[in-house]
């Protein structure tokens, strides 16, 4: 018999990869290894996971700030009004900041004004300045208007020029004054939005109850325009000698002859010209005029609260660590500015603004025992006096953009109330006063918001009800009519 041949070793056998799902398969999805990401992978999902998070509670504090304010306010809503008094109405102010639109302002009242005001039910307008001045003029505009209809006469007739258009609230005040409807007999107030609105704001005020109700007549200027009969000769006439072998022709017009070959001309192709936007009304009065205007004589004794309220704005590539930190922090500015516009809307507690003297000593600090001439009485001196009005958001210059400081080329003429210094006269600074939330309103928001939000369903009965799984209470259109049906 043949010897059969020495079995050989069988080959290895290799694993067989698990089953993938066939779903996943069909779908083109690789197949994912069960391994930790790679460093790079950590570094991105730490940096990205913590900047998420941060937005997230970021934004989170922020909707419960604003809230909190809401809740305060919101019994006002279900006070009753009578039938024949309006609401009570504010006036806000805004403009745009230097350097940007108009709606940075207006996103940073939707945001953090308006749902306190809408909580406490109030009524507003809006006086918007989209260029420097604007706030200015109607502000004084409103205020002359007030003044002719508490009596105030005119010092000459108005042209047709000057006369004031009528605008929809002086026809409105006509049919409410005719129907007998009452406006409301509290306090009602101004919210200023930024620093720069508040310089115009000031402005206007001092221009409408100190200025004239008239606009100022206007400078007579003859122009005379180049090439016309007025036109002044540089050379007296008799100089001018014209002698034929001397003469310039180019010097007089020729007539066309009919050997000329007439010149064709195309007509110029229409450019599309930008309208000029309408600049706003010329200032009656500067601050230099103040001292010299004497007082109407329907001047308020004490004007309406007013309330600044902070704009927060800053421009620049070089400024984006500052603008990412406001990203992340709009929490404190929603708290901050929910408190401020909450006092307003209760309108319970406001006070005068103060005035301070600034006075300078001759003594020096550094000498201990001073001479007997020195501490005479004339060595402590006042160099001046100052309004708390003019420090009010003036930290809020610091960032504004360079084109607020720097002269416009194109525009020469244009008043430039930004940069130039706030001036406050004696006999309007007193009478202004300003928003304050009384002592204990801070804990009192905090306690009225606890309060709702326990009363409010959790998340389960939310997702319960949504689910359809809590049954609703059927209303009555749904019940039909019950009783003996025999």
Partial sequence: MAEKPPAQDAAPVSKLPPARNPAFQMMGLPRFKRKLPSRNWLIFWAISGSFVSTLLYDRHWKKRNTQKWCSLVSYLAQEPLPVDMMPRKITIFLSAPPGDSLRASRDHFHEYVKPVLVAGALDWEVVEG??????????????????QRNGEQLQRELSEDERPVETKDDLFYEMRKTTGVREWNGVRGDLVLGRNTWKEYIRGIHEGWLGPLEPPKPQETIEIQPGSSAEVLTDPPSSITTSPETKDV????????????????????????????????????????????????????????????????????????????????????????????????????????????????????????????????????????????????????????????????????????WREPMVVDGRIGPRMSQFELESGMDERAVQVAEERRRSEPSLFERVREWSGFEKKPRGGWDMGLEGNTD
């Fill in 130 to 147: 989209r260029r420097e001045g604007d706030v200015r003029a109607g502000l004084a505009a409103k205020i002359r208007n007030l003044r």
């Fill in 250 to 417: 180019s010097a007089f017009p020729t007539e066309p002859t009919d050997s000329a070959e007439p010149v064709a001309t195309e007509p110029p192709a229409a450019e599309k010209t930008k309208q000029p936007k309408p600049s706003p009304t010329p200032p009656f009065i500067t601050p230099s005029d103040y001292p010299s205007r004497v007082a109407p004589p329907f001047l308020v004794s004490s004007m309406q609260p007013a309330l600044p309220v902070p704009l927060p704005h800053i421009l620049g590539f070089l400024n984006t660590p500052t603008r990412m930190h406001r990203f992340l922090t709009r929490r404190r500015l929603a708290d901050e500015t929910g408190r401020s516009v909450a006092a307003l809307v209760l309108a319970s507690h406001f006070r005068p603004y103060y005035q301070s003297e600034d006075f300078a000593s001759a003594i020096d600090p550094d000498e201990a025992s001073p001479s007997s001439e020195i501490a005479a009485d004339g060595a402590v001196t006042r160099t001046g006096q100052s309004w708390e009005q003019e420090a009010v958001l003036k930290e809020e210059e610091r960032e504004w953009h360079k084109s607020a400081w720097k002269d416009d080329e194109k525009e020469p003429e244009k008043e430039r109330i």
